[in-house]
């Protein structure tokens, strides 16, 4: 899953993508509404982390161009003020959740699990497809019960698969919603992440649709 975050303090903004990649996300930053607009305009983020006081544009008006254009991902945002005025603002723009500050960067990571989950269609926090279960919420992942141990990287990949079940993903959809924008989509790295995953919960789970893409589908389905 790629996270936009759009933060104009530094260290905030680097304490937020730290936490967000050391649970399983890619992460791309902003600095400012202008810059954060755009990305979010034109990638295709799972979810957004939106500070409300911005310089060039602020979070209002970058949710409200979002939601004009059609960009319906969950957008979780920040608030310095706390004043319901402000939060209003927020969710008249199209604000899925806010936070005011200061947050524990810990209610971040889970705030933008549910999110993500619930805008996917899933309302449990665990997801099953045949013997694999992913808990959204730990990370853990288990084949008929066993724990199975992932990389960052293996996690985001299979996390994405479970969170929609049955659809055929292009590699590029895939190699968007994984990895953040300085990934480079010529390499193979993919390939043999799919690899990886499919020798650790079963190669069945993830089958290769020709030309087309990729598909989790449970091991017995046809
Ligand atoms: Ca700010």
Redesign the pocket.
């Known amino acids: 899953m790629r996270i936009l975050v759009v933060?104009?303090?530094p260290a905030l903004a680097l304490r937020l993508q730290q936490t967000l990649e050391a649970a399983g996300f890619a992460v791309d930053l902003a600095y400012d509404g202008e810059d954060g607009w755009h990305l979010g305009d034109t990638e295709p983020y799972d979810a957004a982390v939106l500070?409300l006081?911005?310089p060039k544009l602020d979070g209002v008006g970058v949710l409200g161009r979002w939601r004009e254009s059609g960009r319906t991902m969950p957008v979780l945002v920040l608030t310095?003020r706390g004043r319901w005025s402000d939060k209003m603002a927020g969710f008249n723009a199209g604000a899925d959740d806010y936070l005011t500050k200061p947050f524990e960067l810990e209610e971040v990571v889970y705030r933008l699990r549910a999110l993500i989950r619930r805008a996917a269609g899933h309302a449990q926090p665990e997801l099953a497809c045949g013997p694999v279960r992913l808990d959204t919420n730990s990370g853990r992942v288990s084949v008929d019960g066993q724990t199975v141990q992932l990389t960052a990287q293996e996690f985001r990949i299979l996390a994405y698969f479970m969170h929609h079940p049955g659809r055929v993903v292009s590699r590029t959809e895939l190699t968007e919603h994984v990895y953040d924008r300085h990934f480079d989509n010529d390499s193979n790295v993919l390939e043999v992440m799919l690899g990886r995953i499919r020798k650790k919960v079963g190669a069945e789970l993830i089958r290769t649709v020709r030309g087309q893409g990729y598909r989790l589908a449970e091991p017995d389905a046809p």
């Open positions: 933060e104009d303090e500070d006081g911005l310095a």
